[in-house]
Structures are given as C-alpha cells and as structure tokens.
C-alpha cells in the first residue's frame, strides 16, 4: 500500500521557523509532481508550493520568499522550509504527489503559529 507520511509539524511563534518532511514508501518520487497543500480551519484545501520532478519549484503568493520546497530523491522524501512563519499560516499540511493517472496524499502533518 503506498504511504506518504508527513511530520515536522509543531507550535511555534511568529517569525519562527520549521521543515515539514513527506517520505513515500512504495513509489518512487523521483518521477512524480509533488505538491504541498494546507487547509486551515472552516477553510478550502489551497495549493502552497509544488516542485516538478525536474526539481522546479513554484509558491503561491502567499508563501513566495518565506516558503522553500525541495527533493531527495535517493531518501524518496519532499520538504517543504517554513520561514518567518505567520499565524495566518496556522493550518494542517498536506503532501500530494502525481504522476499521470496516480494521485497520492499524506495524512497532514499541523502546524500552529502562535504568540
């Protein structure tokens, strides 16, 4: 059964910073898209950062200059860095990886940002 599982969620304050991990077993995510959502209470699941196979990576606007999403192909695990965290990006996050007709998510990982 493939897993991703995503950890490095916690409380932290404002202006902090953390590194949420998603490692997969029983795929290989080298070929595949890889996607960074968060959902934050009474809220829709949004699109935060995604990095294509080829290591390219996008942010929407919110995170852009705060947010960095990587790849380790040879641990088969996707990172995203949270920097200068807000209480705005107080949500669950969610790893998401694609590859043609294949679409795989995490269980969420929380991250709470609070004063």
């Known amino acids: 059964q493939v897993q991703l599982v995503e950890s490095g969620g916690g409380l932290v304050q404002p202006g902090e910073s953390l590194r949420l991990s998603c490692t997969a077993s029983k795929i290989i995510l080298s070929i595949y898209n890889l996607y960074w959502y968060r959902q934050a209470p009474g809220k829709q699941r949004e699109l935060v950062a995604e990095?294509?196979?080829?290591?390219?990576?996008n942010y929407t606007s919110l995170v852009r200059g705060r947010f960095t999403v990587s790849r380790d192909n040879a641990k088969n695990t996707v990172y995203l860095h949270l920097n200068n965290l807000k209480p705005e990006d107080t949500a669950v996050y969610y790893c998401?990886?694609?590859?043609?007709?294949?679409?795989?998510w995490g269980q969420g990982t929380q991250v709470t940002v609070s004063s």
């Open positions: 990095i294509t196979s080829g290591s390219s990576g």
């Open positions: 998401n990886a694609r590859f043609g007709r294949f679409d795989h």
